[in-house]
């Protein structure tokens, strides 16, 4: 599904991503760890193609397809979606009318908002008041719409409390399972493994991937010993 | 509208993007004035006067003393040689609940429209006036020269809006003062989106009793080749009176100056000015000059101005919603845009709505 070959990317001259080698296999969900400043969210956006994440060696595969060079809206066509950690205000523009445009089936659309407490927030102008878990929620109702085969998800309990951390992840992990989607989560609380079933956890430490392995046993690891610990750990990866 | 009134089609869609309803169904008073000659007039319902300055001087003696009142209480000339312009005068009490409705069409080439208007909502009368003044394709080099003079008696409501759809070889200068009386309201709403040779205006109100309250708000969008030198005055004369002056300006190109002037004269008086613009284009020039001014320490006077191009990362956020960049870019000045920003009624929010869509569409 995405393979990630020798890649290197820099922000303002400065190289954030070293050298990485990946790959995420078709119905695989992936877990992303590392700690701030560590290159997660500048991977998931690199692969995105947002401005400002510049490839500067290496390639980003998406179905066999290279992705170098190609626009934001195209990557989304091939079937890419991503879930912002810190979505920007739209001002003017109704959550209602972005539903609309990711998806074309009213009664879908009602019936995620519904499950998701976003009904009242459909005459909304997109994050504009929004609480830190409505933001949340609104961005996973807008990535379950466009209905992508690779989901990149940055943070996507962070700020949400347990309560809506449940519905959340009953939601995604019903629609990861059901649609056999490929999905690569950043987490830092862990909360969202315990709903979604994850085959792979990564650590990444200084813009290289340091350990793979099983996500539940690498969190508690790191729970437990923090990444200094995971820094001395010998691993085939590393 | 009432007939006889012959329109090209063309014309008529240039006038429903005035806000004119043509059919007259959803107004409860209709001018139109083309050129200087054609003038029509109707009132739909009871309490509301309505036809052309010169004739109501003629029939009215108390007209004559409101003629020029304005400006003469701001010691200001204003020219004498203007032809037609209208009188809309609603009655002491009478709340008018559709609003009434005002074309000033150029159609002639090279003509020179001058009008001069006189608005009087009496003690406690209650309107929502639509003024739309627009160009006829045939048109060229044309002008237009709007003089209003505006009275809000004490307790009065007027809810203006005027929307200029002319074209880029049009020259416009519109001259106006209101003058509120005690608990009077005047909401003026500006939009004018399309092309333009040159607008210059500056608008003012006077909230001569105490608890006077004025509201500007314009929505402008500049072509490459247009000037557009916009303001708004409120001269803040009683105690306890509160104004706003709220500007959204988008430039394509063309130069936009948004000006802002509030006036303290009195104390306890509330006064908020706001400012925001985006450039769209290398060629684009946005100037805004805000200005306040008090001779009262016990005032609240505030004002913001931010102009820049659009965000990146609003763009960004909409193409990775599978939006195309241009397709997102227009989503957010239409955004930006937004209609709400006006004190609209209910009765036209929908109709205003729909026109700024259909002309931003077509202008982005």
Redesign the interface.
């Known amino acids: 599904m995405l393979k990630i070959e020798n890649l290197t990317v820099g922000i303002a001259g400065k190289d954030i991503l070293k050298d990485i080698s990946f790959e995420i296999r078709e119905g695989e969900v992936v877990i992303l760890f590392g700690p701030n400043g560590s290159g997660k969210s500048t991977l998931i956006k690199a692969i995105m193609g947002l401005s400002g994440y510049k490839v500067k060696k290496g390639n980003i595969m998406f179905k066999g397809k290279p992705l170098n060079g190609l626009a934001i809206e195209e990557r989304v066509k091939l079937g890419m979606g991503i879930m912002y950690q810190h979505p920007p205000k739209i001002r003017g523009v109704k959550l209602s009318q972005m539903a609309e445009h990711l998806a074309k089936d009213e009664a879908k659309i009602k019936a995620l908002a519904e499950k998701l407490s976003l009904t009242g927030h459909l005459n909304r102008e997109v994050n504009l008041d929004f609480s830190g878990g409505e933001m949340k929620r609104s961005e996973l109702f807008q990535i379950l719409l466009q209905d992508p085969k690779l989901l990149l998800l940055d943070e996507p309990e962070s700020g949400v409390d347990l309560e809506n951390i449940s519905v959340m992840g009953k939601v995604l992990n019903e629609y990861l399972e059901k649609e056999k989607k490929s999905a690569l989560i950043i987490t830092h609380t862990g909360y969202i493994m315990d709903y979604v079933k994850a085959g792979r956890g990564c650590v990444l430490l200084d813009g290289r991937f340091w350990c793979v392995g099983d996500p539940k046993e690498m969190f508690t690891a790191i729970r437990d010993s923090g990444y200094d610990k995971c820094k001395e750990c010998i691993c085939p990866h590393h | 509208m009432p007939a006889p009134l012959e329109l090209e089609a063309k014309d008529k869609d240039t006038i429903a993007s005035s806000g004119i309803d043509l059919s007259g169904d959803l107004r409860s008073a209709s001018f139109f004035q083309q050129d200087s000659r054609l003038k029509i007039y109707q009132a739909f319902r009871d309490g509301i006067d309505i036809l052309t300055t010169e004739e109501a001087l003629k029939k009215y003696p108390e007209a004559g003393d409101y003629y020029g009142k304005n400006f003469r209480l701001l010691s200001r000339d204003f020219p004498q040689d203007t032809e037609g312009g209208y009188f809309i005068r609603v009655k002491k009490g009478k709340s008018i609940e559709l609003p009434v409705q005002a074309c000033l069409f150029l159609k002639a080439e090279g003509f020179k429209q001058k009008v001069h208007n006189l608005i009087i909502i009496e003690e406690d009368a209650r309107v929502y006036l639509i003024t739309g003044c627009s160009s006829s394709h045939s048109a060229n080099e044309g002008f237009h020269l709007g003089i209003s003079e505006f009275f809000i008696k004490k307790g009065g409501y007027l809810n203006f809006t005027m929307i200029h759809s002319w074209k880029e070889d049009v020259s416009v200068k519109p001259m106006s003062i209101a003058l509120l009386e005690e608990k009077a309201t005047f909401i003026s709403n500006y939009v004018s989106l399309r092309p333009v040779k040159d607008i210059n205006m500056y608008p003012t109100a006077v909230l001569s009793g105490e608890g006077a309250r004025a509201s500007f708000n314009s929505l402008i969008l500049s072509h490459p080749g247009s000037l557009q030198d916009i303001g708004s005055r409120v001269i803040l004369a009683a105690p306890s009176t509160q104004a706003e002056i709220i500007a959204r300006a988008v430039s394509l190109g063309g130069k936009i100056i948004a000006r802002g002037h509030l006036k303290a004269q009195a104390k306890e008086i509330k006064a908020h000015l706001e400012c925001r613009g985006l450039i769209l284009s290398e060629k684009g020039t946005i100037h805004a000059i805000p200005e306040m001014e008090s001779d009262f320490r016990d005032v609240d006077m505030s004002h913001e101005a931010a102009i820049g191009r659009i965000?990146?990362?609003?763009i960004?956020?909409?193409?990775?919603?599978?939006?195309?960049?241009n397709e997102a870019q227009s989503?957010?000045v239409?955004?930006?845009?937004?209609v709400n920003v006006l004190g609209l009624p209910d009765s036209l929010k929908k109709e205003i709505q729909n026109i700024t869509e259909k002309t931003l569409k077509g202008g982005l």
């Open positions: 965000n990146k990362e609003e960004e956020y909409l193409c990775s919603r599978g939006f195309a960049r989503i957010i239409r955004g930006f845009m937004d």
